[in-house]
């Protein structure tokens, strides 16, 4: 059973390695944002070296992990699997005899390895030329921020394939997707250090599961916060949306009706 | 021509009709774009409340910008932000079909992908700039006023331009249509901040190629009266008519040798 997960693996990776030239051109565009970023964010240093704790360097470092991670967790989302049930394709998905969750889950880690190969490992790249970076010093810093990014995936699988079962009962729920890519960029926190918030903003974006994204990882890379805590958080919210996903995964299949056949 | 209008003008209540066929999910795509659009403000309030001016501009100053920016990029992705399907177009071959129909392609896929959601982010840039004039203490000229009513067409007609252009290079790399995000949602970026803030290959890249400095940054300093921290000639700030003009052409010869390369993806 184990050997047809670490297959799914393998056919995600191979899926989306098969289109280079989109990968080139994905690349080119975080890396354009990825500057742009940098300058934005520095203009707060204008009077201070340090600014809610941040240095100039712990920024643009802020800034090019956060560009590298887009598409390895899909900030945005994505509607594969939505398609699928919009089509009706998801019938022949369920008669397989995997676990759909864990199946889809399978597919986006492999999407994710080959994502965390290019589109996240040039950006940095990129960083590490033209910008002074605080990357993890130690072993167990760089292991804890592996770490970090293998749950920052599972927390945003987590949260597209609990947003793409609502196909199963909207017809059109696009809508639904746009407002959740609308306001994951801030919670995430893709656009801004969490941290340069005011205290209240930050204990409500925390208590989200956006930050375990993207500022979590940044944050254990940086050094910033207990690297315990945030691993902490980001498990919590990816066991609990991965339950949610089960859950709702069963009351779909319920509404689920078939034709034909 | 006329003729040509009035197909069009069908092809885009057609359009408009089937977005509005799904009320609730349309309503919450308006909201989503106008969530997106606050969003971005926020991130300038942020960043203001930790220091007082950026790039020599203060926040209210900044916030003209950012309001001058979204109104027109809204409105250029609202007509041509569909040219970001060319390459689904191109792949499954429906360009052909396209082309065959005697109205001009960008034409027609402009008005049937015709994006309405994007109100959300006008209107939400619209409400900023009112909140931006009322609050702030402009002194008024003729010419003021001329520049600040013509800035939301010529910055459409800028980055319409650049999305045309942008998008012709999908005709050479079929697999590559996000490579034109770059320099068209980039230029959404780069053009809600005070071009001054950026430097080196980028400020020359993303103010001056693509022309996003005459998007808001000139005609903001135009009507606040106020000399341009980049030390470049004051006429610039007057230029964005000409400026767009010359864009449109450009685009439009992108745009002519990208159809005349192709020859189908074929099967």
Same mark, same amino acid.
């Given at each position: 059973?184990?050997?047809?997960? @670490?297959?799914?693996?393998?056919?995600?990776?191979?899926?989306?390695?098969?289109?280079?030239?989109?990968?080139?051109?994905?690349?080119?565009? $975080?890396?354009?944002?990825?500057?742009?970023?940098?300058?934005?964010?520095?203009?707060?240093?204008?009077?201070?070296?340090?600014?809610?704790?941040?240095?100039?360097?712990?920024?643009?470092?802020?800034?090019?992990?956060?560009?590298?991670?887009?598409?390895?967790? *899909?900030?945005?989302? $994505?509607?594969?699997?939505?398609?699928?049930?919009?089509?009706?394709?998801?019938?022949?998905?369920?008669?397989?005899?995997?676990?759909?969750?864990?199946?889809?889950?399978?597919?986006?880690?492999?999407?994710?390895?080959?994502?965390?190969?290019?589109?996240?490992?040039?950006?940095?790249? &990129?960083? +590490?030329?033209?910008?002074?970076?605080?990357?993890?010093?130690?072993?167990?810093?760089?292991?804890?921020?592996?770490?970090?990014?293998?749950?920052?995936?599972?927390?945003?699988?987590?949260?597209?394939?609990?947003?793409? +079962?609502?196909?199963?009962? @909207?017809?059109?729920?696009?809508?639904? *997707?746009?407002?959740?890519?609308?306001?994951?960029?801030?919670?995430?926190?893709?656009? &801004?250090?969490?941290?340069?918030?005011?205290?209240?903003?930050?204990?409500?974006?925390?208590?989200?599961?956006?930050?375990?994204? &993207?500022?979590?990882?940044?944050? &254990?890379?940086?050094?910033?916060?207990?690297?315990? *805590?945030?691993?902490?958080?980001?498990l919590t919210w990816a066991v609990a949306l991965l339950a949610a996903g089960r859950l709702v995964l069963g009351r779909a299949i319920r509404t689920l009706v078939i034709q034909g056949g | 021509m006329g003729e040509h209008f009035t197909v069009y003008r069908s092809l885009l209540a057609a359009s408009v009709r089937s977005q509005l066929a799904y009320p609730a999910s349309f309503t919450l795509q308006c909201a989503a774009q106008a969530l997106l659009q606050l969003q971005n403000m926020v991130v300038i309030l942020v960043l203001f409340s930790r220091v007082g001016e950026m790039g020599g501009f203060t926040r209210q100053e900044a916030l003209l910008i950012f309001s001058l920016a979204g109104i027109s990029f809204g409105l250029a992705d609202m007509l041509v932000g569909s040219l970001d399907q060319l390459g689904r177009l191109v792949r499954t071959g429906t360009l052909d079909a396209l082309l065959l129909r005697p109205l001009p392609a960008m034409t027609q896929i402009c008005a049937t992908d015709f994006a309405l959601r994007r109100v959300g982010t006008v209107g939400t840039a619209l409400a900023v700039l009112g909140y931006v004039l009322a609050t702030s203490d402009i002194s008024w000229t003729p010419l003021r006023v001329a520049v600040l009513l013509i800035t939301p067409l010529t910055g459409l007609v800028l980055l319409g331009a650049v999305w045309v252009a942008a998008s012709a290079t999908t005709f050479w790399l079929v697999e590559g249509q996000e490579l034109p995000n770059a320099v068209t949602y980039g230029s959404g970026l780069f053009t809600s901040y005070p071009v001054s803030i950026f430097s080196g290959w980028l400020l020359r890249l993303m103010a001056f190629v693509v022309p996003g400095a005459f998007v808001a940054y000139y005609p903001a300093l135009a009507i606040l009266g106020k000399p341009d921290p980049l030390g470049l000639p004051p006429v610039l700030q007057y230029s964005a008519p000409l400026v767009a003009v010359l864009a449109a052409g450009v685009a439009a010869l992108a745009w002519r040798a990208g159809l005349r390369h192709y020859v189908g993806t074929g099967s």
């Amino acid at each position: 059973m184990l050997a047809c997960y @670490l297959r799914l693996i393998r056919a995600g990776f191979r899926r989306y390695s098969t289109y280079r030239q989109a990968m080139v051109a994905g690349l080119a565009t $975080n890396v354009v944002f990825g500057f742009m970023r940098c300058a934005v964010l520095l203009t707060v240093f204008a009077g201070s070296a340090q600014v809610a704790g941040y240095d100039p360097s712990r920024t643009v470092t802020f800034a090019w992990i956060g560009q590298g991670l887009i598409a390895v967790v *899909l900030i945005w989302g $994505n509607t594969d699997f939505g398609e699928r049930v919009r089509s009706g394709d998801v019938a022949v998905d369920l008669l397989r005899p995997v676990d759909l969750q864990a199946a889809l889950l399978a597919e986006d880690l492999g999407r994710a390895s080959f994502a965390l190969l290019t589109r996240f490992t040039f950006p940095l790249l &990129i960083g +590490l030329a033209f910008f002074d970076l605080t990357l993890p010093g130690s072993a167990l810093r760089w292991t804890a921020f592996g770490l970090s990014v293998l749950l920052a995936i599972l927390v945003s699988f987590a949260i597209r394939f609990l947003l793409n +079962l609502v196909a199963f009962w @909207l017809l059109d729920w696009r809508g639904l *997707l746009s407002l959740h890519g609308a306001i994951s960029t801030v919670l995430a926190g893709l656009a &801004i250090p969490i941290a340069f918030f005011p205290g209240w903003a930050r204990v409500a974006i925390w208590a989200t599961p956006f930050p375990a994204i &993207i500022q979590a990882p940044i944050d &254990i890379a940086i050094g910033r916060g207990s690297a315990l *805590l945030l691993l902490t958080h980001q498990l919590t919210w990816a066991v609990a949306l991965l339950a949610a996903g089960r859950l709702v995964l069963g009351r779909a299949i319920r509404t689920l009706v078939i034709q034909g056949g | 021509m006329g003729e040509h209008f009035t197909v069009y003008r069908s092809l885009l209540a057609a359009s408009v009709r089937s977005q509005l066929a799904y009320p609730a999910s349309f309503t919450l795509q308006c909201a989503a774009q106008a969530l997106l659009q606050l969003q971005n403000m926020v991130v300038i309030l942020v960043l203001f409340s930790r220091v007082g001016e950026m790039g020599g501009f203060t926040r209210q100053e900044a916030l003209l910008i950012f309001s001058l920016a979204g109104i027109s990029f809204g409105l250029a992705d609202m007509l041509v932000g569909s040219l970001d399907q060319l390459g689904r177009l191109v792949r499954t071959g429906t360009l052909d079909a396209l082309l065959l129909r005697p109205l001009p392609a960008m034409t027609q896929i402009c008005a049937t992908d015709f994006a309405l959601r994007r109100v959300g982010t006008v209107g939400t840039a619209l409400a900023v700039l009112g909140y931006v004039l009322a609050t702030s203490d402009i002194s008024w000229t003729p010419l003021r006023v001329a520049v600040l009513l013509i800035t939301p067409l010529t910055g459409l007609v800028l980055l319409g331009a650049v999305w045309v252009a942008a998008s012709a290079t999908t005709f050479w790399l079929v697999e590559g249509q996000e490579l034109p995000n770059a320099v068209t949602y980039g230029s959404g970026l780069f053009t809600s901040y005070p071009v001054s803030i950026f430097s080196g290959w980028l400020l020359r890249l993303m103010a001056f190629v693509v022309p996003g400095a005459f998007v808001a940054y000139y005609p903001a300093l135009a009507i606040l009266g106020k000399p341009d921290p980049l030390g470049l000639p004051p006429v610039l700030q007057y230029s964005a008519p000409l400026v767009a003009v010359l864009a449109a052409g450009v685009a439009a010869l992108a745009w002519r040798a990208g159809l005349r390369h192709y020859v189908g993806t074929g099967s």
